[in-house]
């Protein structure tokens, strides 16, 4: 039985990894997308995640398949696109780690997942307890619908809703609409994971005590703000709690918070419960988990191939 459903986007992430003797830009083909690298996350710390998405009938698609089904995520719900190519990102790496995304998606496979494609794998596996999804999913038709009637079924089916409001500007048309669909799915989460600034673009106020409040009124009964380099910041409920970063020379951030993501999430299905069940000293040791988890991963490049399998952890 798969636990996790992740939803979205897996792609091609070209990441630069150095330079030759000119000075050119030397460039690697990693396996990425964030709801696919939540399912490996998860997956590689002990969880059973699957994952629903589209890649092109290429043989960067067909990389990508066998990339899954070797990290033991289900593939069932993986569809190939005949007439539309895989995703592309183009990843540069600053000095510091941090990374500046270029897509190449007009159209891209992954924005061609159907709805009653995905509605069909939540149908075929009834017991899965948590359905992932991320806003990208809702920048282009038809994956704007699947990604909406995913987590409405789920939501009728008692499943639990983790949401990434994950920003990529090259995506959006403006940051107007895209901050408008990034908010539609609020209220449908029961797991919210954002970044700092992704905080600041829905509340409009980069206070983390403010921010997560903002948002747990939307419906969220677990609010996880990512703060890099400084931790996170948890609200349950009317609990809060600031969890510090640990300090690691990083090579690449690509994936971190996707690490940070499986890792909550694979711990949350262990425990058995719902995320506003959690007691804060439960709440809290699976933060500082999945804050290893994530500083392991900026340790080393790429998003899937960086990722910290459960014996790493120890």
């Known amino acids: 039985m798969t636990d996790i459903w992740t939803l979205g986007e897996v792609l091609i992430d070209m990441t630069q990894s150095g330079s030759d003797e000119n000075g050119n ?35 960067f698609g067909r990389f990508l398949a066998d990339t899954l089904k070797k990290e033991n995520v289900d593939v069932s719900g993986l569809f190939a696109c005949e007439d ?62 699947a990604c909406e009637t995913a987590v409405k079924y789920a939501r009728e089916k008692g499943m639990m ?25 609020l209220p449908y989460a029961d797991i919210l994971k954002v970044s700092d600034e992704e905080m600041v673009m829905l509340t409009g106020t980069d206070d983390p005590e403010e921010g997560s409040r903002l948002l ?7 609010v996880l703000v990512t703060l890099g380099s400084q931790g996170v910041f948890a609200r349950c409920g009317e609990h809060t709690e600031a969890v510090p970063g640990i300090q690691v020379t990083v090579a690449d951030t690509n994936g971190a918070g996707d690490t940070f993501l499986g890792a909550v999430l694979g711990r949350i299905t262990k ?44």
């Open 84 to 145: 539309v190519p895989t995703t592309m990102a183009l990843v540069s790496v600053a000095p510091d780690g941090e990374r500046d995304f270029s897509f190449y998606r007009n159209p891209g496979a992954d924005t061609q997942l159907t709805a009653d494609e995905a509605r069909a794998v939540l149908v075929d596996n009834p017991d899965a307890k948590i359905i992932h999804v991320g806003s990208l999913s809702m920048t282009d038709e038809p994956s704007r619908e």
């Open 25 to 59: 830009g030397e460039f690697t083909a990693y396996p990425g997308g964030a709801p696919a690298n939540v399912a490996v996350a998860a997956a590689r710390l002990g969880a059973k995640a699957g994952f629903i998405g589209k890649v092109g009938d290429d043989a």
């Open 216 to 222: 747990s009124q939307y419906g969220p009964a677990l």
């Open 271 to 314: 425990e058995g419960c719902r995320p506003e069940e959690l007691a804060p000293e439960v709440l809290k040791e699976i933060v500082i988990y999945a804050n290893k988890a994530a500083a392991l991963t900026c340790t080393r490049h790429g998003a899937i191939p960086a990722m910290p399998y459960a014996s790493e952890m120890r």
């Open 161 to 185: 809703v983790s949401y990434d409001p994950n920003y990529r500007a090259a995506l959006w048309d403006s940051e107007e609409r895209a901050v408008n669909m990034m908010k539609s799915l």
